[in-house]
């Protein structure tokens, strides 16, 4: 017997939520903690389907991580289960990020032994999500190749337009290819967004991007200013967190609206804790206007992630089962383990080994999850307890 609704929701709510406290690293790590719960062990989605998502994500701006997790969530429970997805995921790092801003500001844990641990955390977490999805999705020697020039151009070109460029030639090698090759497929696309709501949501999505700025200088309200700041940081930006940063220091250091120091701090704290870099601007949000400050930034930012993958989902769905792209993803899908190998030696190997001890202790981290099949909280716990005493 099936699952009600209601229990898929109170399901969705309890993973994600482990996930939002428990998943560091950023969201190409998001991104491996992801495969592992909701492909490896429960199978929401297959291999394909996932990769098929990931690629999407890597397409439209805003959070990829925080973009897979509410797709994930849409598939298993309908919209609303796509947002309890995300409000599981990323309450936990809101909270912590506003309890900083309260009571913690200025604190420096940039030194810190246990953040160290995290970030080799995260190098054992994106190794084992990268070997399982290249073992799926790059079995030949075409598709290796496509995932190490895939690799090679997004590392020599480090910016959101050569991701995206990268992605489009993949699927253009893909087309000309595989586009004879009849592979069983027994991926279910499931539809739980209709067309009409989905271009509703892209058209709401373009309305607010050119309106906000309008609305902004018309009342002259703090909150509308704030709320406008932070929808455009998260709708202009490919590529997670880490590039909405200078988008968001432009916004507000410049313009006086916080000093850098305060705004450093606040960086220096959203990389302690789990879940989405974007939740930084829950703690913006904070200095600048308390909790109803971080109400207005969070929803600022992760409303256009919301807009773009409900209203891309239906349309990705009737291209994945029309025949003449299955070539166009499979080279998409040989790309994205490219990109994600691309990630995981820049910037998370060259900022988290730093030693021969790093490497010794993502070794053991990795060896615990990939063959002693712990669970990723494990990992985690090991991570930040081993980065406090050794490191």
């Known amino acids: 017997m099936g699952k009600t609704l209601g229990q898929k929701w109170l399901e969705i709510f309890l993973i994600s939520t482990r996930l939002g406290l428990t998943s560091f ?18 199978k929401w989605l297959d291999e394909k389907s996932y990769a098929d998502l990931v690629a999407l994500c890597q397409f439209l701006p805003g959070p990829a991580s925080s973009q897979v997790g509410i797709g994930i969530g849409i598939v298993r429970g309908g919209l609303v289960g796509g947002f309890i ?11 912590a990020l506003v309890i900083f801003a309260l009571a913690l500001e200025g604190l420096d844990v940039s030194d810190a032994g246990w953040l160290q641990g995290l970030k080799i955390v995260a190098v054992a977490v994106v190794a084992h999500a ?24 997004t590392l020599l070109w480090q910016t959101s337009l050569a991701q995206v460029l990268v992605i489009l030639a993949a699927g253009g090698a893909g087309w000309v290819l595989y586009r004879s090759v009849q592979e069983a497929d027994n991926t279910e696309v499931i539809e739980t967004v209709s067309r009409k709501t989905g271009a509703f949501c892209l058209t709401l999505f373009f309305v607010l991007l050119a309106a906000l700025p309008l609305l902004r200088d018309w009342t002259g309200s703090t909150f509308v200013a704030m709320f406008d700041s932070f929808y455009r940081a998260g709708s202009l930006v490919f590529g997670g967190g880490h590039v909405v940063l200078p988008l968001l220091e432009r916004e507000f250091v410049p313009t006086g609206w916080m000093s850098e120091e305060t705004f450093l701090a606040g960086y220096g704290a959203a990389q302690a804790v789990p879940g989405p870099l974007f939740t930084f601007a829950s703690y913006l ?57 691309a990630a995981f030696y820049n910037p998370i190997w060259t900022s988290s080994i730093t030693s021969s001890l790093d490497f010794i202790l993502a070794a053991f981290l990795f060896t615990m999850l990939a063959f002693w099949k712990l669970p990723p909280w494990v990992i985690v716990v090991s991570g930040a307890a081993a980065g406090a005493v050794l490191l």
Do not use: C
């Open 85 to 95: 997805s995300f409000l599981g995921f990323t309450l936990p790092s809101v909270i």
């Open 285 to 341: 949000g904070t200095v600048l206007s308390g909790w109803q400050g971080a109400l207005v930034a969070s929803a600022g930012i992760f409303l256009p992630a919301f807009l773009l993958i409900i209203g891309a989902l239906p349309f990705w769905s009737l291209l994945r089962k029309n025949t003449h792209m299955k070539g166009v993803l499979t080279g998409v899908n040989a790309a994205v383990v490219g990109i994600l190998l």
């Open 130 to 153: 990268i070997w399982g999805m290249a073992q799926k999705l790059t079995p030949d020697l075409q598709r290796r190749t496509i995932a190490l020039l895939a690799m090679s151009g």
């Open 25 to 42: 690293g950023g969201p190409i790590a998001h991104l491996g903690y992801f495969h592992e719960e909701y492909v490896r062990r429960r």
